[in-house]
């Protein structure tokens, strides 16, 4: 797993607005009615609070924490915790939103939620890192815990911040949750499985999608932007079952060799310097060349918005299948559905890792934690019988695999709401 700091897109529009535009789509396959639309449409809580913390220098500096818990109708909200400079209202509430449907996808009995801290974690020691999350958790003890809102890692947060977290909460409620938040050190409650879920998850998609198109593994070249926790992991799995990897990247630039990438030598390289910078394994590319290079399935693993209008046009693969959150843009999703690239969304294609983050919770409050082999049996029952639901609503309704995860998505929230009742 790599420790730099993600560099973020800039957006010049607001995420949310995104996010709502894959969301209205569905919402009309589904013929939802004008009030249903207008409370999915809104988050249920968000929450903006001061962090005021001190440097090692003694220097007082004050940070803004933000939570968004964005729907409870199928369980307690759930999602990760970010800490990055660009950290803003409207990102997290989009990203609470994608929760939610991504956790309605994959069947789990959570909401959605996330939150996130602007700061700037290279320029923090793990004291002042440790002070900032701690004073954050303390802020949220009471609208988070096991039954409340679960938070997990997300950009720029470790398992050693989830462990503080966990330590803090438990110290104000004087009792040891560690269902409070996943991702956390194996040593206090984490999940066996939990680092490689995400690039397992989307491994397990694509090769349920390649069947499905007849493309054969051993004869599959695939290329994956972005090699950090999701797209090393999702790497990996692709070789262990014979596809080759020809392209990867990272912020340092991209490699492609057309006779195939050797993955643990790219992963040697990273663990040892960092990044893929000086990686000889391939000939060096742009991330942009990498994007249009020759490939039969792509993976974006790194940032929001690589797929725009420009970049949608040039893109030769047949299969895309997003690790990254928000990785195409909705123009780019037409040109993809006009030139029949097949994409599966995000919310599936990336839900491994959240599957694993419920499997945690569940654990926890067990006390009894299973071995790797019975966590990834149960990961690909998880994401495969959801997958096939899609697929088969994407079939009936002549939809893409995106309007047909949302709208499974949606149609699962709307159910538990309606049967809830709405307390109005
Ligand atoms: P990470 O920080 O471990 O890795 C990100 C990788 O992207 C790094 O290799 C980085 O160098 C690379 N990158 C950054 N800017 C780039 C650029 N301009 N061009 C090419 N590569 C670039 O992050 P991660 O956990 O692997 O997450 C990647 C994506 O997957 C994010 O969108 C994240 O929200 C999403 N995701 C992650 C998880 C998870 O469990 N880690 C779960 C669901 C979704």
């Known amino acids: ?50 962090i005021p913390f001190q440097r090692d220098s003694g ?9 968004v818990q964005y729907n409870f109708a199928r369980g307690p909200a759930k999602g990760g915790i970010r800490f990055h ?45 440790e002070r900032i ?24 947060t470790t398992p050693q911040v989830m462990a503080w977290f966990m330590d803090t909460y438990s110290m104000h409620v004087r009792q040891n949750i560690p269902g409070v938040v996943t991702g956390k050190p194996l040593e206090i409650g ?18 349920d999608e390649m069947a499905e198109m007849e493309l054969r593994p051993d004869n599959a070249a695939i290329v994956i932007q972005g090699f950090g926790n999701v797209g090393m992991h ?40 960092g990044t893929l910078e000086g990686f000889k394994g391939g000939e060096k590319i742009t991330n942009g060349e990498l994007l ?11 940032l929001e918005k690589v797929f725009t209008a420009e970049t949608a046009a040039k893109v030769k693969a047949k299969l895309i299948v997003e690790g990254a959150n928000g990785p195409t843009t909705p123009e780019a999703d037409r040109i993809f559905r006009e030139r029949g690239i097949v994409v599966i969304p995000d919310i599936m294609a990336n839900a491994g890792g959240v599957t694993v983050s419920y499997f945690e919770w569940a654990q926890d409050r067990m006390g009894f934690f299973w071995k790797e082999a019975e966590v990834n049996e149960r990961l690909e029952d ?23 995860a949302y709208t499974l998505a949606i149609d699962r929230v709307v159910k538990a709401s309606k049967l809830r009742g709405i307390y109005a």
């Open 85 to 129: 400079p660009r950290v803003t209202l409207d990102e997290v509430t989009a990203l609470a939103f994608w929760m939610t449907w991504k956790c309605a996808v994959v069947d789990l009995p959570f909401g959605g939620g996330k939150g996130g801290v602007t700061c700037d974690p290279r320029t923090l020691s793990a004291n002042e890192l």
């Open 190 to 207: 984490g999940s066996r499985g939990r680092v490689e879920a995400t690039g397992r998850g989307v491994t397990i998609c694509a090769l």
């Open 292 to 302: 249009a290079s020759d490939c039969d399935v792509l993976v974006p693993a790194a």
């Open 59 to 67: 220097e007082f500096e004050v940070y803004t924490g933000y939570r």
């Open 133 to 156: 999350t701690r004073r954050y958790a303390a802020e949220l003890v009471e609208v988070v815990g096991p039954d409340k809102d679960v938070p997990a890692p997300d950009v720029n």
């Open 382 to 404: 998880f994401l495969l019988s959801n997958l096939h639901q899609i697929r088969s609503i994407a079939n009936s309704r002549k939809a893409t695999l995106r309007a047909a």
């Open 1 to 50: 797993m790599t420790t730099a700091l993600r560099e973020t897109s800039v957006r010049d529009v607001s995420v949310f607005g995104d996010a709502i535009a894959y969301f209205n789509e569905a919402a009309d396959l589904l013929e939802l009615d004008a009030g249903m639309r207008r409370i999915l449409t809104h988050p249920s809580r968000q929450i903006i609070f001061s």
């Open 234 to 273: 999702a790497a990996k799995l692709f070789e262990e079952r014979g596809c080759k990897i020809v392209g990867i990247s990272d912020v340092t630039g991209a490699y492609y060799n057309a006779e195939g990438i050797y993955v643990n030598g790219a992963m040697e390289h990273a663990a040892k310097f």
